[in-house]
């Protein structure tokens, strides 16, 4: 079967004293009619790799083959199959959204009708608005819109609800959902989990310029041995080395977050009672705890050794 994304050891180095290696021998493979997600830090070389992939990047060395083809062969027929979504579209405040929509489309020899596209992300009352009239919401579903116009295959969507009120981006959700549903292929970048739980059949998590782990997010999440979270906050003496808790039955993993620190347990019921036993006999205080299921975000700290919102060192998108 042919994939829609197919990257094998994708490689980008950006000139410098010293060079600086964004992306690292990447190997990736995304099945058509899937939404694939990408996860990673600002500087984790995901950016990088999915321009490679949609033309805008010449990798370095490696190879990018887009619906079976590559960008050095089939530049036109790749062009015709995908839509872009990127992270920041500007589009001409004095038109319309239908002249927008007109204007993308002229750029297909096929596609779909601009009031069509402009259907497939409700915006038909707005249809003879200016764009600078729009609300941020709607200007990024017009921008959706721009990339489905074509009726492409593969579709790219580079942190498309950042910035958006929770109704855009269930607005969006619903968009991506009805593509992939029609036999569509999404590759979505995002800095909310529970937005590649919800949208995402597989995800890649990037740090440093290559791959960490590919997988369901379900089964990232299994993986983990670990069902939940439990934080907490205490005052009084600890050593900021110190695993506090590492020990205690049923919690297989620690790690601090800021003055937070965070058990994963298997069984809350068991691991609670003895942390706050501990906590007791140490002459601590407890000052919060909460517990919650287990995220991509507990997967990425766990590969990278550190949160979704640090800066990767050594890569530069």
């Known amino acids: 079967m042919t994939y829609a994304i197919e990257c ?22 995304v099945d058509q009619g899937t939404c694939f997600g990408v996860l990673g830090p600002n500087g984790a070389g995901k950016t990088t790799t999915i321009e490679i992939c949609e ?14 083809r590559s960008w050095k062969t089939h530049p036109d027929e790749i062009r015709e199959q995908i839509g872009l979504s990127l992270q920041e579209t500007r589009l001409s405040e004095k038109l319309t959204v239908l002249e927008t929509l007109t204007l993308f489309r002229s750029f297909y020899r096929d596609g779909l009708d601009p009031m069509e596209a402009i259907a497939k992300v409700s915006l038909q009352e707005k ?48 968009i991506i959902t009805e ?11 995002t800095h909310y989990m529970d937005e590649a739980e919800r949208l995402c059949d597989r995800v890649a998590i990037f740090d440093r310029g290559k791959i960490l782990a590919i997988d369901s997010p379900q089964k990232l999440i299994a993986d983990l041995g670990a069902e939940h979270m439990v934080v907490f906050t205490v005052s009084g003496s600890m050593d900021p080395a110190d695993d506090f808790g590492a020990g205690l039955p049923g919690v297989i993993g620690v790690r601090r977050e800021s003055e937070h620190r965070c058990l994963s347990v298997r069984e809350p019921h068991i691991a609670i009672p003895s942390l706050l036993a501990l906590i007791n006999q140490q002459g601590l205080q407890l000052t919060s705890l909460t517990t919650r299921q287990a995220t991509l975000e507990d997967v990425f700290v766990h590969y990278a050794g550190h949160g979704l919102n640090d800066e990767s060192e050594g890569a530069r998108r």
């Open 8 to 29: 094998r050891q994708l490689t980008k180095t950006w000139p410098g004293n010293p060079p600086v290696e964004a992306v690292r021998g990447i190997d990736l493979a």
């Open 55 to 68: 033309g805008l990047l010449e990798a370095t060395s490696g190879e990018a083959l887009i619906l079976g």
């Open 127 to 174: 249809t003879n608005a200016r764009i600078k009239s729009l609300s941020g919401g709607q200007k990024q579903r017009v921008a959706v819109a721009t990339a489905l116009v074509g009726n492409p295959k593969l579709l790219f969507l580079d942190e498309p609800t950042t910035g958006l009120d929770p109704q855009s981006r269930r607005d969006l959700w619903r």
């Open 179 to 189: 593509f992939r549903e029609a036999g569509g292929t999404v590759l979505l970048t």
